[in-house]
């Protein structure tokens, strides 16, 4: 059974930062693309960032300069730094990985984490 489990959610004001963690376990052979998504009250499920197993980046236009991903391959993890936040920045955030167990490839996802900024 391969599970994410995130962490590092809150509540901070605008302009403030918080940093999120998202560890894989479970019998995992390998972890290509780990991203983060976000769902705000109301909104569809949104891409925030992707990095893939060689340290490729992809971010959407609105979080560009102020998050950073990355991610510790020995550690299965993946991390989002989030700096200036804004009160648009407010929903759940989801840990996203492709991961191949065994011989199987599967998407995973973890059970978010809420991050609220208030004004």
């Known amino acids: 059974q391969v599970q994410l489990v995130e962490s590092g959610g809150g509540l901070v004001q605008a302009g403030g930062s918080l940093r999120l963690s998202c560890a894989a376990s479970?019998?995992?052979?390998?972890?290509?693309?780990m991203g983060w998504y976000r769902q705000a009250p109301g909104k569809q499920r949104e891409l925030v960032a992707t990095?893939?197993?060689?340290?490729?980046?992809n971010y959407v236009d609105s979080v560009k300069g102020r998050f950073t991903i990355s991610r510790d391959n020995a550690k299965k993890a993946v991390y989002l730094q989030m700096n200036s936040l804004k009160p648009e920045d407010t929903a759940v955030y989801y840990c996203?990985?492709?991961?191949?167990?065994?011989?199987?490839?599967?998407?995973?996802w973890g059970q978010g984490t809420q991050v609220t900024v208030s004004p």
């Open positions: 996203y990985a492709e991961v191949v167990s065994g011989i199987r490839g599967m998407s995973k």
């Open positions: 479970g019998s995992i052979f390998s972890i290509n693309l």
């Open positions: 990095i893939t197993s060689g340290g490729s980046t």
